[in-house]
């Protein structure tokens, strides 16, 4: 396995992680340890007290290129060990620390591991005071004060140790100490390119949606040396992240809902088949879909749309409802048009076919004439976690919405995709009868605002945050007040 440290500057930090790795109980031949300098002002060098196997790598930094997440892609990319531990510059491990991440590897190829963390704000060991009391068995009694972050740690309890992550789980990645299978980091393309800073929870959320399973391991103790830029930088790093995050983590829709802007990543990626549709009742379905600000979709509208190349009249158009459709929306970006046959059967493998998975988490089908709810629909499954909720009309009409991590196992298990959901995650159908009793009445809208309370709250961990749920709150109480009259 490879141990991944990307660093600018900070040698006296770095040389504690590297006395702290020489410490290790796991055997030193089986890992590798990779030092990057990201253009430090002194250049970084191997101290003494290091793992056998460490090597220095220096990073080339350029206008277009620079910075831990393009140092840490740039050189994981060529790294052939089977599992990658990336960590911080400012860790020190106790010694089984690594044996407890790899661990898991050894079972299983699908998980990604989290080290477990506390901070302290003084230290005063040098590198061999460290290595000699690791060695002693003292990694706990180095610190008799320390720090965590209490929202981390009440998010793990709350989620049974991500067992049930819900959509929100993506938050406890950290990039401090985390080790993946070398075969999903490159699946996943690495870090986001595009981002500075917050590279790691970016890449927790495409953990998450590409049906990879985090494990907080309560066991791989460590000290975070200081405390984080964010804690110490809050308003500035928030300014910074928050819209760039935002870009490809449709769950920060608190953040989206502050302006009206198109997003890289859309909530919703949404399939319908529109031989049996009119304009005004996909418009009602995305409406609908929408409600909550901050939220978007992209559609990918299925039709014989070559049909409507050949000679009409206007005054007796039998392509009328179709022609109306692609009329309006073909300069539309968040609107793709796919050709089918006029007499297709639309199965539930061939909607499977037009999803390429992403980082988007659900992925709806609706056929034209359908009048369900896709918005509650869309809740009715996170409410009961399967990883696919559908209805069915009298006329056979299907809606249904697919869970992106569901489809992204379902899809990596071999054989039939839709067999696979059923078993890893569980299928609920229900007639629109059916469905419409879930969502009627006094007792569905208490429920309902009991699940947006409780999701909007577990969000709160800031003044601004609070702030911004009780004016999300606030107008959800106005808009109801106003359609009541």
């Given at each position: ?55 220095l ?44 991440h790899?661990?898991w ?75 993946i ?15 500075i ?43 910074h ?6 870009q ?37 379905r ?33 392509f ?26 639309m ?15 659900h ?7 359908s ?9 009715l ?51 629109d ?5 879930l ?9 309902r ?37």
């Open positions: 396995m490879a141990v991944v440290i990307a660093c600018k500057d900070g040698q006296e930090k770095l040389d504690l992680v590297l006395a702290s790795l020489t410490s290790q109980s796991y055997p030193s031949r089986l890992f590798n340890v990779y030092v990057i300098d990201d253009g430090s002002s002194t250049p970084i060098t191997i101290p003494s007290i290091s793992p056998k196997k460490t090597r790598l220096k990073y080339k930094n350029s206008p277009s290129h620079w910075g831990k997440t393009a140092a840490t892609n740039h050189f994981a990319a060529g790294l052939k060990e089977d599992v990658l531990w990336f960590i911080d510059a400012d860790m020190v491990f106790e010694p089984d620390h690594l044996a407890h790899m661990k590897h050894h079972e299983a190829n699908d998980f990604a591991v989290l080290g477990w963390k506390r901070f302290v704000d003084h230290w005063d060991y040098t590198p061999a005071m460290l290595f000699e009391s690791l060695r002693k068995g003292g990694f706990h009694q180095l610190h008799s004060q320390s720090w965590s972050k209490e929202l981390w740690e009440e998010r793990v309890n709350r989620t049974q140790d991500l067992v049930n992550p819900a959509l929100e789980g993506y938050r406890t990645f950290v990039g401090a100490t985390f080790s299978m070398n075969s999903q980091w490159k699946k996943l393309g690495g870090y986001n390119r595009e981002l800073t917050g590279e790691d929870t970016e890449l927790g959320w495409r953990i998450f949606t590409n049906g990879l399973r985090t494990v907080p391991e309560r066991e791989a103790h460590s000290w975070h040396l200081g405390f984080s830029t964010v804690e110490k930088n809050k308003e500035s790093i928030h300014r992240n928050d819209p760039a995050l935002a490809f983590i449709p769950e920060m829709h608190s953040v989206r809902a502050r302006y009206e802007f198109d997003w890289k990543v859309p909530t919703y990626q949404v399939f319908v088949d529109s031989r049996n549709l009119t304009l005004r009742d996909l418009l009602l995305r409406q609908e879909l929408l409600a909550v600000n901050g939220t978007s979709a992209h559609f990918t509208l299925m039709g014989p749309w070559k049909l409507l190349r050949s000679r009409y009249s206007p005054t007796a158009d039998k009328a409802d179709l022609r109306e459709i692609h009329s309006w929306l073909k300069a539309d970006e968040s609107y793709t048009f796919v050709e089918i046959d006029s007499e297709i059967n199965t539930i493998d061939s909607v499977v076919e037009l999803i390429e998975p992403s980082a988007t988490p992925y709806i089908f609706i056929e034209g004439s009048k369900v709810d896709l918005k509650h629909l869309v809740d499954q996170i409410t009961q976690g399967h990883g696919l909720v559908g209805v069915v009309d009298k006329e056979d009409n299907r809606a249904f919405v697919i869970f992106a991590p569901a489809l992204s196992r379902a899809l990596t298990s071999g054989g039939d995709v839709y067999e696979n959901i059923s078993a890893q995650w569980g299928l609920n159908w229900m007639t009868e059916k469905f419409l009793q969502n009627a009445g006094r007792k569905s809208r208490i429920k605002f009991n699940r947006f309370l409780k999701r909007e709250g577990k969000k709160i961990n800031s003044p601004a945050q609070l702030f911004i749920f009780i004016q999300k709150l606030g107008k959800l109480i106005l808009r109801k007040v106003l359609r009541n009259g």
